[in-house]
């Protein structure tokens, strides 16, 4: 049974950080590309980070690089996203995705951030 499995949202002002962390089990976890997404209410939902099975290539949306960093841990099975400098547009549901570069792709439940004063 796959399961991926979010935590490490909350609420923090504006300028502070969080650390996400999707632990995911089921699968061959090094062998996929591990992405964050994440809605915003009335909004689609975006690709913020990526990170590469092998080399842990990193990739993001420009909206948050130099500030999100987007890690792996293939022993534990896991992803992390460490969000600092926070700003209330980062305010959202983050969603844990696996995705096998073809056809199959994994989400988690979603974890939600809240950025506000």
């Known amino acids: 049974q796959v399961q991926l499995v979010e935590s490490g949202g909350g609420l923090v002002q504006p300028g502070g950080s969080l650390r996400l962390s999707c632990v995911a089990s089921g699968f061959t976890f090094s062998s996929y590309y591990m992405r964050w997404f994440r809605q915003a209410p009335g909004a689609e939902r975006e690709l913020v980070a990526s990170?590469?099975?092998?080399?842990?290539?990193?990739d993001y949306a420009d909206s948050v690089k130099a500030r999100f960093t987007v890690s792996r841990d293939n022993t534990k099975n896991t992803v992390y996203l460490q969000m600092n400098s926070l700003k209330p547009e980062d305010t959202a549901v983050y969603y844990c995705?696996?995705?096998?570069?073809?056809?199959?792709?994994?989400w988690g439940q979603g974890t939600q951030a809240n950025v506000s004063s």
């Open positions: 990170i590469t099975p092998n080399f842990g290539i990193t």
């Open positions: 995705n696996a995705w096998d570069s073809g056809w199959t792709n994994y």
